[in-house]
């Protein structure tokens, strides 16, 4: 009884109504038959010196049910049962606990040598803990549990999970619950029981269940006709859902390169494509955004470690300030004097990226900085068995998006943005009608940096931050400036996306190397037989 | 009047720098210079970075101690900036112009081969500290890091063994270059002597530097959901392994699913990764910093006061790893070798080195095999733990003597297990 007790008790703490506790008691009323104190021989295996011997242990202990032994398992799984003398003991912050009864040892014993694990123990201990946990009266504990069960569930499960799944009362959940229990009946004796799970398997897009029932379809694994039939429909079925999950993510990925060559370009769009500036050292200005991250980092971890995860919120304004400085600085003392010279623009340039990079050096250091990203970027969603979007990828295709309705505000919709509309497609009448054309220059070279910065921003949450960073991205930059068409925004967008979805979908079938030889050639291709890229401008500017 | 002023004032300043130069010169002969030719920019910073810290380490040790022969060791170190040719002529610059006795250097092995005909024709001595993929003896050479049967064999024997999860099939995933290639070679026939069908293997490359691993996963994932358990090899090198590992993370693809077992990867290069999504993925070398014995305890103190005297970045996280004892036993190999031969000259150094012996951090004496240039070391399985250290899963019992040239590449049994012109 004391198990229970001491169950009961913590679940109060940590949920206090009323209706949780009803759920409690129901809990316990369930699980009451097998709570007996865990078996002491069953413990001590757990450390024993064969993995055989150690997981028939752990399967033991899943088959109890028994949350006193969810409580041994899980602390075995972090790391926390340790061996003292004879006794198997759980460590609990700095309490240590007798595993087998729960009771806190006073004082703690001595010379404690934890049990490890590898990965084949840590695999049978996650589908035990999972099996324990479809009890648990979390919703989102047992969502998660009936989660990492699909697809892996086996026939020994199939009690427990029946039991499970009459309990359930989420829809949601239920629907992975009968899943897992159709999978677990696949190996059932009897033939109508497997013609059921192979027809209620046909839902689910899992890899692995795939191959169970694509192994049903042979004449010596299956001897019932009716479900050989019905396992190859659902095969057809699981397997048009997987391909449906591969190309999916493929675009996505696609996409998110895309918003990276994008982010990373936009700003050359302006400098390069609105200005006719060709900057050598854009690189170096994404670089001085990524660098500006870091630095609002340290800022943080240093002054307001609370708020670590919102240091990238912070860096933003940062990055782009810095980098427009930067740009500024560049094309007072250095570019206004260079303009309508290009070849000495782009040796001048060249320079400055250098000096650029040697600057971040002795700033920094040579060696890579980290980067964390935050808490809230970490991860993924699964949206299906066989596509995760990782969290990050996503915030940066969202920050894309935002950073080019930025872009299209300023540069359409604000006077700043009609007066270098303006410059650049007439110098001389817009000076006349009193634009300060220099000074619009210096706005506009400063804009195109900044943006540049935002793209370092975005890079330095999936790429390494280091001196010479910026030096893969030049290339890139000004592919997709060029092909999308210089003097158009709205080109490099397409490029961007058009270019990322392309360089994708050829790495999964030739490998990145090919891949980006193949983009490569495309493009000298395509520059040779449209010039003027994707969309050129029309009209009598054209021609300047 | 002037001008004779200006002659004595140049007949004493020159005889000033005379005395300068002569007691400079004084100085240098008291020394033993030694060159240190690591990458401290570039894509490969991320590790060698460290191996410079480590020689500097080991030589102010040797210094405080009385130094090789009562002479001082005095170091040069020169950064080839993860730029395969500048290898070699910093090397050249090393051996003709610093007259160096010895280089400890090199990580990948691009940058081994680049500089080799360099210290062939200047019969110079470079001290190779990392693990790579054999096929290679050379006089002027000694590999102090692990040949293929030291560490890529071993791991893959785990991988299929129970305990590392029975795998069926495998994915070779590495950066684009000599040591990736040839080491997929050497496994692919090593598989196939395993009974291990074409189709269960599946070899991609990534060129350095690469950062966009969505790809590559999303490859693995659906290679390994064909049914039969998959593991995955991993020879990426440098700065990659950041977003691969960030990725891999991010993809919930877990070790219990899919094991990735890095023969590149160590405590330094995870420094930069959350490890928590990692736990369980592998790493096969002849050390890791979480070893319990006395040597090693040695070891990683020293590292960590060295860290902090130097003022490293995160000095207080610092961390140990395979090359870099690597590279601690063949500066104190090569002090032993100098003592015995009373030179530093490099054939006397090299006929000295055979069977030289040390006890390492890895708690076992290795030795320098009498022949073939290679230590025999012990071999370490470990799996990542959530605080980025590695948890030793399997080991070999003791040292295992180095074969260079792999059995699994045919040909190789004709050939000498020591280098020419010895």
Not at chain 1, 292 to 299: K, L, N, P, R
């Amino acid at each position: 009884m004391k198990p229970a007790a001491g169950f009961g008790r913590r679940f109060f703490l940590s949920h206090d109504t009323m209706k949780s506790a009803l759920f409690a008691l129901l809990l316990w009323l369930i699980a009451a038959p097998s709570l007996a104190v865990l078996d002491p021989a069953t413990v001590k295996q757990l450390a024993a010196e064969e993995s055989d011997d150690r997981i028939a242990a752990i399967r033991k202990l899943a088959q109890t049910a028994d949350p006193e032994a969810l409580r041994v398992l899980k602390a075995l799984s972090e790391d926390a049962l340790h061996v003292a003398g004879d006794r198997i003991v759980a460590v609990e912050g700095d309490r240590v606990l007798d595993a087998i009864s729960g009771r806190e040892l006073k004082p703690a014993p001595e010379n404690r040598d934890g049990i490890t694990i590898n990965n084949r123990i840590r695999g049978e201990l996650s589908a035990a803990l999972a099996v324990l946990r479809l009890f648990d009266p979390d919703r989102q504990t047992r969502l998660q549990a009936a989660q990492e069960l699909a697809g892996s569930a086996d026939a020994e499960m199939a009690p427990l999970l029946a039991r499970a799944l009459e309990k359930e009362r989420d829809p949601r959940i239920g629907r992975i619950l009968s899943l897992a229990h159709a999978q677990a009946n696949l190996k059932n004796p009897d033939a109508a029981v497997r013609l059921a799970a192979v027809k209620a398997l046909g839902e689910s897009g899992n890899p692995n269940v795939k191959n169970l029932l694509a192994a049903l379809t042979d004449k010596n694994a299956e001897p019932d006709e009716k479900v050989r039939i019905e396992a190859a429909a659902s095969v057809r079925a699981v397997e048009s859902r997987l391909a449906f999950g591969d190309n999916a993510g493929r675009v996505f990925s696609g996409l998110s390169l895309g918003s990276i060559l994008l982010l990373a370009a936009l700003g050359l769009a302006i400098t390069y494509g609105v200005m006719g500036v060709i900057n050598m050292a854009h690189g170096e200005l994404l670089m001085v955004g990524a660098y500006a991250t870091f630095a609002m980092q340290t800022v943080f971890r240093n002054h307001f470690p609370g708020a670590l995860d919102w240091y990238v919120a912070a860096a933003i304004p940062a990055a782009f300030f810095a980098a427009a400085l930067v740009g500024i600085v560049m094309e007072r003392t250095v570019i206004r004097f260079l303009y309508g010279r290009p070849l000495e623009t782009l040796l001048a340039t060249w320079g400055i990226s250098l000096f650029l990079i040697q600057a971040a050096r002795s700033l920094f250091g040579a060696q890579n900085v980290e980067v964390a990203n935050p808490a809230w970027m970490s991860g993924g969603i699964e949206i299906a068995n066989n596509i995760v979007l990782p969290l990050n990828r996503i915030a940066i295709v969202g920050f894309s998006l935002f950073v080019l309705a930025l872009v299209w505000v300023l540069m359409n919709r604000t006077r700043l943005g009609m007066f270098v509309r303006a410059v650049t497609q007439n110098r001389p009448m817009a000076g006349c009608v009193g634009v300060p054309t220099g000074r619009m220059d210096t706005l506009a070279f400063g804009l195109g940096a900044g943006i540049a910065g935002l793209g370092g921003v975005a890079l330095s949450q999936i790429a390494n931050v280091g001196p010479d960073m910026g030096q893969g991205y030049i290339v890139d930059s000004f592919m997709v400036v060029v092909l999308g068409g210089v003097g158009q925004l709205a080109g490099a967008v397409w490029a961007a996306l058009g270019l990322g979805v392309v360089t994708k979908f050829l790495e999964g079938w030739t490998g990145a190397v090919i891949a980006k030889i193949v983009v490569l050639v495309f493009i000298i291709i395509f520059i040779q037989k449209r010039p003027q890229g994707l969309f050129a401008l029309k009209g009598r500017f054209a021609e300047n | 009047m002037k001008r004779r002023h200006f002659i004595k004032a140049l007949a004493v300043s020159a005889s000033i720098a005379a005395i300068g130069a002569a007691s400079f010169y004084a100085h240098a002969a008291d020394t033993i210079k030694v060159g240190i030719l690591h990458s401290l920019s570039g894509t490969m910073a991320i590790s060698e970075t460290a191996l410079k810290e480590t020689a500097l380490m080991t030589i102010a040790e040797i210094n405080a101690k009385g130094g090789v022969m009562g002479r001082q060791l005095e170091p040069v170190v020169v950064d080839p900036a993860s730029n395969w040719p500048l290898f070699a002529e910093k090397s050249r610059q090393l051996l003709t112009q610093d007259k160096v006795a010895v280089v400890f250097g090199c990580w990948t092995s691009v940058s081994r081969k680049s500089v080799l005909p360099v210290f062939k024709e200047l019969n110079g001595l470079l001290f190779y500290p990392v693990q790579y993929e054999g096929e290679e003896l050379e006089k002027n050479v000694f590999y102090t890091g692990a040949a293929p049967n030291q560490q890529a064999i071993p791991a893959v024997e785990y991988l299929m063994s129970k305990d590392g999860g029975s795998a069926k099939r495998f994915v070779l995933l590495g950066t684009d270059y000599v040591y990736p290639r040839t080491t997929n070679k050497i496994l692919r026939a090593f598989l196939k002597s395993k009974g291990v069908a074409e189709a269960d293997i599946m070899e991609d490359y990534t060129p350095f530097g690469h950062s966009d691993y969505q790809t590559i996963i999303a490859k693995i994932k659906k290679f390994a959901g064909e049914g039969k358990k998959t593991a995955v090899i991993s020879t990426i090198n440098g700065d990659s392994n950041v977003p691969f590992y960030k990725e891999l993370g991010n993809a919930g693809l877990k070790a219990t699913d899919v094991p990735v077992v890095a023969f590149s990867v160590g405590e330094e290069e995870l420094r930069g990764v959350d490890t928590r999504p990692l736990v369980g993925h592998l790493a096969a070398w002849n050390y890791f910093m979480s070893l319990k014995n006395g040597e090693n305890d040695k070891f990683i103190k020293m590292y960590k006061d060295w860290a902090k005297k130097q003022k490293l970045p995160n000095a207080d996280k610092v961390v140990t790893n395979d090359p870099m004892e690597a590279t601690y036993i063949g500066i104190h190999m090569w002090k032993q070798a100098v003592e015995k031969a009373k030179s530093t000259d490099v054939d006397k150094v090299i006929a000295a080195m055979a069977g030289q012996k040390i006890k390492a951090p890895s708690g076992f004496e290795v030795k320098m095999d009498e022949k073939n240039h290679h230590l025999h070391k012990p071999v370490f399985i470990g799996e990542v733990k959530a605080d980025g250290q590695f948890n030793v899963v399997w080991k070999t019992k003791g040292p295992v003597k180095a074969a260079p040239w792999s059995p699994y590449i045919p040909g190789n049994d004709k050939k000498k297990d020591e280098p020419d012109g010895k």
